[in-house]
C-alpha cells in the first residue's frame, strides 16, 4: 500500500495532510524518515511513525452506533435514503461498514458497524445463538400468557417459527406495556411480529445489548465509538 494512502486511511489527515507531513520530514519507516508519499509500504510488517507516533494499521474496525430512528441499517445508496454507514466521519470512510445485524427504519439503539464479514456471520447466525436484547413499548397490555408463549416459542406468520424467548414485562397498564424482550435470533421484524402474535403491537423498539455489550449510555442517537477491547472480546467468546 502506498505510504500517503495508508496514513489517510488510519485517520492521520487527508491525503494532502499527510503529503505535508512527508515533506515536512515527519513520518518514518522502519526508522529511516521518507520523503516518497508514493512509498510502498507492508501495512502489516513495516513500522510507520508520524511524528514519532506509531501508525497502528487495523484491517478491521467495530463501531458501536446508537442508531437513530428514520436511518436505514444499510442500504445501496438510493438518493435521498439516509444510511447508518452515512453518519460515520472520514477517519473510517476507508473501511466499507456492515451491519452485524439490522434495526428497522424505525428502530433505534445498539447496532454494531463493521468491516469483517466473519465477526457479522457469526454474531447473526442462529447456531451460535448470540443474545439480542429490546426494551419495547406497545399497544395493548402485555400479560403473563404473553410471556409463556413467548417462552414457548411463536408462529409468527409465513411459516415462520419463532425460538424460545424471553419476555419481562416492566409495566403494564392502560392499554399499553414497556417490557424488555430477548431473543436469540434474528428474523425479519422478529420482536414485532412475535408481539404481534400475542395481538399487541410494537410502538417504540431499541436494542440495548447484543451478547452482553450494552449500548453504551454516553451515545446520543447517531453517535457512535469503536467498541473496547473487552467488549470485542466478550463478542467473540460468544460465537
Ligand atoms: N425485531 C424487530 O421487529 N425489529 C427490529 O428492528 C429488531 C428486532
Known amino acids: 500500500m502506498r505510504l500517503d494512502k495508508l496514513l489517510a486511511n488510519m485517520g492521520t489527515g487527508s491525503r494532502r495532510d499527510v503529503k505535508k507531513l512527508i515533506a515536512g520530514r515527519h513520518v518514518k519507516v522502519n526508522g529511516a524518515t521518507v520523503t516518497d508519499p ?6 502489516e510488517s513495516d513500522e510507520v511513525t ?16 446508537n442508531k437513530p430512528g428514520g436511518v436505514l441499517s444499510c442500504g445501496d445508496g438510493a438518493p435521498g435514503v439516509k444510511v447508518c454507514a452515512d453518519l460515520v466521519g472520514d477517519d473510517y470512510s476507508f473501511y466499507e461498514l456492515s451491519p452485524a445485524g439490522r434495526l428497522d427504519a424505525d428502530s433505534e439503539g445498539l447496532l454494531i458497524l463493521t468491516n469483517d464479514g466473519e465477526f457479522i456471520h457469526n ?7 448470540v443474545k439480542k436484547t429490546y426494551y419495547i413499548r406497545t399497544l395493548g397490555e402485555l400479560n403473563e400468557k404473553d410471556i409463556e408463549a413467548f417462552k414457548e416459542g411463536l408462529d409468527i406468520g409465513n411459516g415462520e417459527k419463532a425460538k424460545s424467548a424471553e419476555l419481562e414485562i416492566i409495566k403494564s397498564e392502560k392499554g399499553a406495556s414497556e417490557a424488555i424482550v430477548r431473543i436469540s435470533e434474528g428474523k425479519y421484524h422478529q420482536v414485532k411480529r412475535m408481539v404481534k402474535a400475542c395481538g399487541k403491537t410494537v410502538t417504540y423498539l431499541k436494542r440495548i445489548s447484543v451478547g452482553g455489550v450494552e449500548l453504551d449510555p454516553g451515545l446520543a442517537p447517531g453517535e457512535y465509538r ?7 472480546t466478550k463478542l467473540k467468546n460468544k460465537t
Open 123 to 129: 454474531i447473526i447466525s442462529p447456531n451460535k445463538k
Open 38 to 43: 508514493g512509498l510502498e509500504v507492508s501495512p
Open 50 to 65: 508520524c511524528r514519532g507516533e506509531r501508525v497502528q494499521y487495523k484491517p478491521f474496525v467495530y463501531l458501536m452506533m
Open 226 to 232: 469503536e467498541l473496547t477491547d473487552d467488549e470485542l
